[in-house]
């Protein structure tokens, strides 16, 4: 049995971050903020139109699923700079594509989805997932409070002090988001695979 599930995310640790840059980075990031939205509202329409082509096919548009996934691949590198991790202090690119920077998201492109799954996982199926996630991340969103965002802000005030990110929390800041960004993926019908309930790779 296959132990590794489609959906890697990895964020490598700045060993040199700044003590006090962590304050207003939710500042520098407002123009990640504003494509987002106008990405985020285009990628829900394309969820729509992926579910009917996999009811019907049982393929996810290539194209689309690019598009999605670079969504969530962008997201997820905002997030690391900023409040969901705050590993590195390396601005994020503005691409949708892979990129070399400390955060990276990755989902396997599927060659076949089952149809009828589609219409019950992303709501039925995933509920149990729902309730662990929104206790880790306070919300439908990435980014909305819960348990990560008082870990990564205990994080910083550490850092501030001590000049230093605890390696036991940022392990466990990754495994919450990790969780979080499978459970994602398969909402968003990327993977018929059921997310693990784990915090590992």
């Known amino acids: 049995m296959n132990d590794v599930y489609p959906v890697s995310l990895?964020?490598?640790l700045d060993p040199h971050l700044s003590r006090w840059l962590w304050l207003v980075k939710w500042l520098l990031a407002i123009p990640h903020f504003i494509i987002l939205v106008f990405l985020w509202v285009a990628s829900v329409?394309?969820?729509?139109?992926?579910?009917?082509?996999?009811?019907?096919?049982?393929k996810y548009p290539r194209g689309i699923f690019d598009f999605n996934l670079g969504v969530m691949r962008w997201t997820w590198r905002v997030s690391y700079y900023t409040y969901g991790a705050l590993g590195t202090d390396k601005y994020p690119p503005f691409t949708l594509k892979d990129a070399d920077y400390p955060a990276r998201l990755d989902v396997e492109y599927p060659e076949q989805l089952s149809r009828g799954l589609v219409w019950v996982k992303w709501w039925l199926l995933a509920i149990p997932h729902y309730i662990v996630v929104s206790f880790l991340q306070g919300g439908p969103g990435l980014r909305?409070?819960?348990?990560?965002?008082?870990?990564?802000?205990?994080?910083?005030?550490?850092?501030?002090f001590t000049g230093r990110y605890p390696a036991s929390l940022f392990y466990l800041v990754m495994g919450f988001n990790r969780w979080?960004?499978?459970v994602f993926a398969y909402a968003a019908l990327m993977r018929d695979e059921y997310p693990p309930f784990r915090l590992d790779p």
């Open 144 to 160: 909305n409070g819960g348990l990560t965002f008082v870990l990564v802000i205990f994080a910083a005030i550490t850092l501030l």
């Open 10 to 12: 990895s964020g490598e």
């Open 45 to 58: 329409f394309l969820w729509l139109v992926a579910l009917f082509a996999i009811t019907f096919t049982g």
């Open 180 to 182: 979080a960004l499978r």
